[in-house]
């Protein structure tokens, strides 16, 4: 089975920055889309990031582009989420995922789903 594990979140100031990694394992990623969602307290899950394994092309939530940058290293199986200039607004649970859609900011294309790692920033 497919096996996602997150690691990075914490506690950090306003204008801080965080690097999330997600550790992927247990089958080839190489036609799969990999993707970042997060989920606040009381909030429905949204879509961050995503990135292709094969061709490196990358998606980007609107509000976030600029701020936060996915890129991933397939020697190490390996996705990161680089995250700048953090917001009280940015703390969340921060989830990784890999799909075989073609949707990647939908998170019902996503077959695969990490434990998730928080992020939380304080004012």
């Known amino acids: 089975q497919v096996q996602l594990v997150e690691s990075g979140g914490g506690l950090v100031q306003t204008g801080g920055s965080l690097r999330l990694s997600c550790a992927a394992s247990g089958r080839t990623f190489s036609s799969y889309v990999m993707g970042w969602f997060r989920q606040a307290p009381g909030k429905k899950r949204e879509f961050v990031a995503a990135i292709t394994w094969r061709g490196g092309s990358t998606r980007y939530a609107v509000s976030l582009k600029g701020r936060f940058t996915i890129s991933r290293d397939s020697a190490k199986n390996t996705v990161y989420l680089q995250m700048n200039s953090l917001k009280p607004e940015d703390t969340a649970v921060y989830y990784c995922?890999?799909?075989?859609?073609?949707?990647?900011?939908?998170?019902?294309?996503?077959?695969?789903w990490g434990q998730g790692t928080q992020v939380t920033v304080s004012s």
């Open positions: 995922a890999a799909s075989r859609g073609t949707a990647p900011s939908r998170d019902y294309e996503y077959e695969y």
